[in-house]
């Protein structure tokens, strides 16, 4: 017996419609919140080795547009100098452009975004596009001093120009009262925020984050 084009069409498109529900069966998110200096990047760098996520910092997006001396990366470094927040638009174009990149992520950790409410809508539109969402928002404590002592000293040798100066660092501070700090609000409406402790070693904080992420997958 054989099959005809119209029977493999369908049974290719089955297929793929498997694929898609496999996807959103399995595509976790989460969100790494906290000020400048709460440790967002060191403990991402930990936990998508541990569990396989996707990492998007939209900090490093920028270093990189800036690195290759694009527009949009010079036209960011002036905001990013003063420890001003970059455009929404700006940032969520890079989100979307680098969810696409990766349909095979079986999930994405979201570093320094959303940082506004905006970005905040536009990423459940995002995501919704995709049929998944956001699990959890795991949010970093520190205090400002503490913050500001951590930034200053890996001025010292990052080579970050936000990082050298102690006005920009408690403008970059200022801004996430501010602007960002609201985020945190959009996500409880929805249960999804943590709190966690930011103060203490690296591994006592990432041990905390691995255990709120292993209750939920
Ligand atoms: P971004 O790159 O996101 O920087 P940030 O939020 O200011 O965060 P940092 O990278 O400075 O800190 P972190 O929380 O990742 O901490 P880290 O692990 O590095 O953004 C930079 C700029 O880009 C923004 O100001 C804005 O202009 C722009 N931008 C980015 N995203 C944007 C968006 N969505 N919308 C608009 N604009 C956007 O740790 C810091 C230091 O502390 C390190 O030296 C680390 O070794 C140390 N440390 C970490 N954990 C501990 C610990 N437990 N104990 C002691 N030291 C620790």
Redesign the pocket.
Known sequence: MSISDNELYICFTEVIVYFHWILILTMFNIILF???????????EKLIAKFGLKHL???????SEIAKQTELGLA?KK??DR??????E??VGM?SSSIDNHPEAKGFLF??????SA?AQALDILLEQKNASIAVMLA?EVSEE?LVK??M??GET?G?S??TNETVIRA?IT??HNKTAAVADYYQQFNKVVMIE?????D??FQMLSNEIDNRI
């Open positions: 906290g000020p400048p200096g709460s440790g967002k990047g060191t403990q991402s910092s939209t900090g490093d997006l920028l270093r960011a905001l990013m420890g001003e927040l970059v455009p929404d700006v940032v989100i570093d320094g975004f959303p940082r506004t970005q970093l503490e951590r930034l000293k890996r990052s970050r936000d990082d970059r801004e996430y930011g103060e203490g070693s690296v006592e904080i």
